[in-house]
């Protein structure tokens, strides 16, 4: 991609990926050219975009290993976690079912916690299961949480959006359906970063976003296996399109762009991942030799290759060190209100102290970021540390607690 001079480092691939440039490409001639509602299929242009949609929805399953007819397009994961969670649960409720629990992780990203909890209003038991100091389940725990009572559904993500550890979903599926539930995964953080395929983690349920992978936002896919055939409830009524399950007119370029985008993922994810990971790697190093005591926040075995989440001692906050390094793009991994910035429910779950978690932040490297990049972005960040100390302890001195 094209850079700007004096344009901030981008490390915050967690939160959104700049559009690859063919994605882009792929995209501008359904803007211009060929807007037609791929749901027009009574004239030429209709049709032509219902076959690029068609495409699209092919490139999509390759990267998960399922078929074109199991994708459901959405507006991104966050819809695709509620339609699987709330659609899987309001079917098996409108059949009689009997298996009542819904089981999730504490780590969860915030959508899927909350669509466990709104089922607790609909007469469902909401279970959510704590994890390891190093953010990974714990199987014996799910084990025991499967054989206490019948379980409808377990919602597992693959990789966590905040410290970027990589559930073991073979196993974690496996047990699943051993136990005769559904299984769902929110894959979000792990498409195009790790190899996928819905049948080895026997997965029913698996949700997909647009801007995760190099694409745009505002487009997402469930996954929904027809073999056995997994049942849900839609969430709204409308025209009928995907199957009745999602009603609404495709949004014909974003789906494109978002096949596109995961075309080039199938054919470069390993080889992203090999490049970022030495990236990762060189920034650490680097990072570390200028900050002693930095500390790595969950399991480095068990990690996704652009992810760090990093403490750093010294008792500065991480909003302070931002503060100090304007020209970097990082993010706390903090819940922000409008009162206050409470600190990250996930690095609680992993038992960090309250100013360990204050004092970290999460870095996402991604297939745009450059060895310049992160050799630039080490050194603002340990300059930016060396600077928050000095206010600190400035701020913290007997004459100016005096003064104050």
Known sequence: MTSRPNRPIYLDNHATTPCDPRVLAAMR?????????????EHGMGREAEAAVDQARAQVAALIG????????????????????????????????????????VTEHKCVLESVRDLAAEGFEPVLLPVRPDGLLDLAVLEAALAEAPTLLVSVMAV???????????????MVKAHGALFHTDAAQAAGRLPLDVGDIRADLLSLSGHKVYGPKGIGALYVRRRPRVRLAPLFSGGGQERGLRSGTLPAPLVVGFGEACRIAALEGALDAGRIAGQRARFRDALAAQVPGLLVNGSEAARVAGNLSLSFPGGVTAQAIMAAAPE????????CSSAEVEPSYVLAALGL???????TLRIGMGRFTSPADVD?????????????????????????????
Do not use: Y
């Open 328 to 335: 970097l793009c990082v993010s706390t991994g903090s819940a």
């Open 66 to 105: 399922a078929e074109p007819t199991e994708i459901l397009f959405t507006s991104g994961a966050t819809e695709a976690n509620n339609l699987a969670i709330k659609g899987a649960a309001r079917f098996a409720a409108s059949q009689g079912t009997e298996r009542r629990r819904v089981v999730t992780l």
């Open 353 to 359: 102290p309250e100013a360990q978690a204050r004092a």
């Open 29 to 41: 001639p359904w803007w211009e050219e060929n807007f037609a509602n791929p749901g027009s299929v």
């Open 160 to 174: 966590n959006n905040e410290i970027g550890v990589v559930q073991d979903l073979a196993a974690i599926g496996a």
């Open 376 to 404: 630039r972005a080490a050194a603002a960040l340990g300059a930016a540390w060396r600077r928050a100390m000095e206010t600190s302890n400035r701020s913290d001195s007997p004459r100016t607690r005096a003064a104050e």
